[in-house]
């Protein structure tokens, strides 16, 4: 009798492709070459009569079909995860690893705290996490869970939010000293006001403020911009650049310390929504849904 399923060993090596980025890096993953991952792929495409990968110098890039192939690959795989941890640790405790991919802002700030009680709580657990200003696609880059900034627009994800997060303007004291303290909104335009180029649309993010029950949105202009990691503001006000619009939570202990001073408080009450993403097709592993019951109990 032949073994129906005596092909799964190249799905993985197919879904470590995708998950690395490429051959050598998956060849490097797995310990062997890149010569074997590429027979690996090869096999499973003639035994599914179907090209899945579109093979470039630098990177593999997904066909049609490999992408709907690689969505069902890895339901598959987290189904035999789920049997086999349904048999295992007779006390209940989870192991499996969580892919997960996040801003850096709450990568350094609200993120290490939570993960340091789930460690604490499910030690056989592995988490790999992507810390960067990007977003992710779920799907074809293999991640579970995914946390997003900002109102999420309708793209079939489920979404649970984790909290608002509210704006504030601070300055150090060596540039107020300096420059003086702004009194309010006119003032700013005689101010170093650090704007961040947002990576995903390459424009300026706006400040957003509360008048009474008037919200503003304002635009900062300045000869020096930051892009891609939003933390570089708040770097670049702590020593004197200028000002920025930041989030409480990331200036909290600046502020305590006296490293930074808030300006304009009359006019903070907006805030920014951060979310918990997570693709509602795909079946989600115990250790995910663990995460995910502790990230939105405790933020």
């Known amino acids: 009798m032949s073994r129906r399923f005596d092909h799964l060993g190249d799905v993985e090596t197919f879904i470590a492709v995708i998950e690395h980025g490429s051959l050598t890096a998956a060849a490097v993953a797995l310990a062997t070459t890149p010569s074997v991952i ?24 997904l066909t049609d079909a490999g992408r709907v192939y690689l969505e069902h690959a890895r339901s598959a795989f987290a189904l035999i995860d789920d049997a086999e ?12 690893r969580v892919r997960l991919s ?26 790999e996490l992507n810390i960067a200003n990007r977003n992710v696609d779920l ?13 999420l627009p309708d793209s079939g994800l489920v979404a649970r939010k984790l909290e608002d997060a509210t704006l504030c303007v601070v300055a150090s004291p060596e540039y107020l000293q ?17 704007p961040f180029e947002m990576p995903s649309t390459g424009r300026i993010a706006q400040w957003q403020f509360r008048d009474g029950d008037r919200d503003i949105d304002w635009t900062p202009e300045s000869t020096l911009r930051v892009s891609d990691d939003v933390l570089g503001v708040v770097s670049l006000a702590e020593h004197g650049a200028g000002l920025c619009q930041t989030y409480d939570f990331i200036v909290a202990d600046r502020l305590q310390r006296g490293r930074l001073i808030e300006v304009l408080p009359q006019l903070r009450g907006r805030s920014r929504p951060f979310s918990l993403i997570y693709a509602p097709h795909r079946r989600l592993s115990a250790a995910s849904r663990a995460l995910i019951d502790l990230m939105v109990g405790e933020a």
Not at 44 to 61: F, I, K, P, V, W
Not at 102 to 125: C, K, N
Not at 178 to 194: K, M
């Open 85 to 96: 941890r349904a048999i295992q640790d007779q006390n209940g405790e989870l192991s499996g």
């Open 178 to 194: 300096r420059a003086g303290i702004p009194q309010g909104l006119d003032d700013l335009a005689a101010h170093v006001c650090l």
């Open 139 to 151: 799907v074809a880059e293999g991640y579970d869970l995914a946390i997003r900034l900002g109102q």
């Open 38 to 61: 590429s027979r690996a792929i090869v096999r499973l495409e003639n035994r599914l009569g179907t090209q899945l990968l579109r093979r470039t110098t630098r990177r593999q890039g």
């Open 102 to 127: 996040v801003p850096t802002t709450y990568g350094h700030y609200r993120l290490p705290a939570m993960l340091q009680r789930y460690a604490q709580r499910y030690p056989r657990v592995s988490i």
